[in-house]
């Protein structure tokens, strides 16, 4: 756990840190940051919140750490997090300057609830590590007109529809994030390309090297840490330009290795296998066969 870490269990608790009056209700908060002005030495630091915060910010002096990156709100973006999730805020000097919104909603609002057993099906709240969503002004309009409505009905009188109206705005709002985000894979191809191709090199580099290979096969998590982005995010952008999940792509190299040292050096089957991380030859012939339908005897004869 970083040094220093504030946690945030409650709503109530958020406000009172942003020296703002107690929240309407005390499981969702809705905020204009507009409207709040702080110092940054009252909000820097590390922090984990007990609560799902959904921000749209732009034009902030406060920059964001969350895994491996430091990132901006130059422009406007979403971002999600969820409970638990430890970030860290740096700013110069200056007061504090941002506009737009956050939502703070706890997860007891979302208690005995389909969205609240579902929630985390949406992989973007893994995203934040350097994958904000971006959204055309139609798209931002959409969204803060799903705020709105929210807020507008917790600050009425509450009632026994309140909750499951609020939900359903709320599950509409992460429908439309998800088609977004959808959107933004497709249509930020360079970029996605970009770090396909740095996944590409770095597998090249692992199984250039006898001694990693033969420990393995690289994990997701490291592969994903290697290149600053989330293990969701890394598996996600796979499944949009490639079809497969990351262990898949990771299996297709080694494959491809594989049939290198079948085709083009004298190695014994066995010693193929030993070379590629594999401690039994017959589970060398049982992952190769199981991906090529022939065994690496079979491959190696075609070639003769």
Do not use: C
């Amino acid at each position: 756990m970083p040094e220093h870490l504030r946690r945030i269990r409650t709503i109530t608790e958020f406000h009172a840190q942003r020296g703002l009056p107690k929240p309407q209700h005390p499981l969702i908060s809705i905020l204009n940051l507009k409207n709040i002005r702080i110092t940054p030495e009252a909000v820097l630091g590390t922090y984990a919140l007990d609560f799902y915060t959904i921000s749209l910010k732009r034009g902030s002096n406060v920059k964001y750490k969350y895994g491996q990156q430091h990132y901006d709100f130059d422009e406007g973006v979403m971002f999600f997090m969820a409970p638990g999730q430890v970030f860290g805020l740096e700013a110069g000097k200056k007061p504090i300057k941002q506009s737009g919104w956050t939502l703070l909603i706890h997860p007891d609002f979302l208690w005995n609830t389909n969205l609240g057993k579902n929630i985390r099906k949406y992989e973007f709240f893994d995203y934040a590590i350097n994958e904000a969503l971006f959204l055309s002004k139609r798209e931002e309009a959409m969204v803060t007109r799903l705020i709105r409505n929210m807020e507008q009905e917790y600050g009425s009188n509450i009632d026994k529809y309140s909750q499951d109206i609020i939900i359903s705005q709320l599950e509409l709002l992460l429908n439309y994030s998800e088609r977004f985000y959808n959107r933004q894979f497709i249509t930020r191809k360079i970029a996605n390309h970009q770090v396909l191709e740095r996944l590409d090199r770095w597998l090249d580099d692992y199984f250039n090297d006898d001694q990693k290979i033969r420990q393995g096969l690289p994990a997701v998590v490291d592969i994903a840490a290697a290149l600053n982005i989330s293990p969701t995010y890394l598996g996600g952008l796979l499944k949009s330009l490639t079809g497969l999940s990351t262990q898949q792509h990771i299996h297709e190299k080694l494959i491809q290795r594989a049939k290198e040292k079948l085709s083009l050096t004298e190695l014994s089957v066995s010693e193929v296998a030993y070379e590629l991380g594999f401690e039994h030859p017959q589970s060398f012939n049982k992952f190769f066969k199981a991906k090529t339908q022939q065994t690496p005897l079979q491959f190696r004869k075609s070639f003769n």
